[in-house]
């Protein structure tokens, strides 16, 4: 029962630097997203992902990119880090996009750029 | 405009004191979910509750209770007899049926609960 599985948990790079968050799901399901959390404002939507294949942008998408060959995997992609891409990166994920589908989250991985 | 605003930032109470927490949500939409997550300190997001617009019964399971009132947008959670394993960030979260998943969080209140 492995669920939502991010890797690292945590990773500290230097700014223009660039990394890749995994994400991985073994529950098939459909729909797959990314969040980031920053002290004082929740949670906010980077992008998500309703199938393979299939990719659209969240809130807040500028300086990452995503990309879903395959149902299990949502990774999302830092081309050049930021010192404003400090923040915890949560991925979640849902049988289908219909809002009444329950959110698995991931455990997190906490990004430092300095 | 759609917002979730939880205006207390941080609660302290001693242990088995009830507690609530507020959620004010804003949406235009008719039809949307209302969420409560849990984040231990562990960090990991639990997921306490969901309830759709249309269901304005209030839910209690434990010593959690929720209070939704449309009549004044407001999702509350109120926790009995609090324990110190209580202590956590709780956050409300607001679903769109329109969109494709997409939840828009409050800031979160941090609950302390003391011995």
């Known amino acids: 029962n492995a669920g939502v599985t991010q890797t690292p948990k945590f990773q500290v790079l230097k700014t223009g630097q660039s990394m890749t968050l995994q994400c991985a799901q073994d529950?098939?399901?459909?729909?797959m997203s990314w969040y980031r959390q920053d002290p004082g404002m929740g949670l906010r939507l980077i992008h998500y992902?309703?199938?393979?294949?299939?990719?659209d942008q969240g809130e807040v998408p500028n300086g990452y990119n995503v990309s879903r060959s395959t149902t299990e995997d949502f990774p999302l992609r830092l081309l050049s880090a930021a010192p404003s891409q400090t923040s915890v990166y949560f991925c979640?994920?849902?049988?289908?996009?219909?809002?009444?589908?329950?959110?698995?989250f991931g455990n997190g991985t906490r990004l430092t750029v300095t | 405009a759609q917002k979730v605003t939880q205006a207390q930032t941080e609660i302290s109470v001693v242990e088995k004191e009830d507690v609530t927490l507020d959620c004010v949500y804003e949406?235009?939409?008719?039809?949307?979910?209302l969420f409560w997550y849990k984040q231990p300190p562990s960090g990991e997001l639990v997921f306490l509750i969901r309830?759709?617009?249309?269901?304005?019964q209030n839910e209690i399971s434990g010593r959690y209770s929720w209070n939704f009132q449309k009549s004044t947008s407001s999702f509350n959670f109120t926790i009995t007899a609090s324990q110190v394993v209580d202590s956590a960030v709780y956050f409300c979260?607001?679903?769109?049926?329109?969109?494709?998943?997409?939840?828009?969080f409050g800031s979160g209140t941090r609950l302390l609960v003391r011995p």
């Open positions: 979260a607001l679903g769109l049926m329109d969109s494709s998943y997409k939840l828009i």
């Open positions: 309830r759709n617009s249309f269901d304005e």
């Open positions: 949406t235009r939409d008719t039809t949307y979910y």
């Open positions: 529950m098939n399901h459909e729909y």
């Open positions: 992902s309703v199938g393979a294949g299939i990719t």
């Open positions: 979640a994920s849902s049988y289908s996009g219909q809002i009444n589908s329950p959110l698995h």
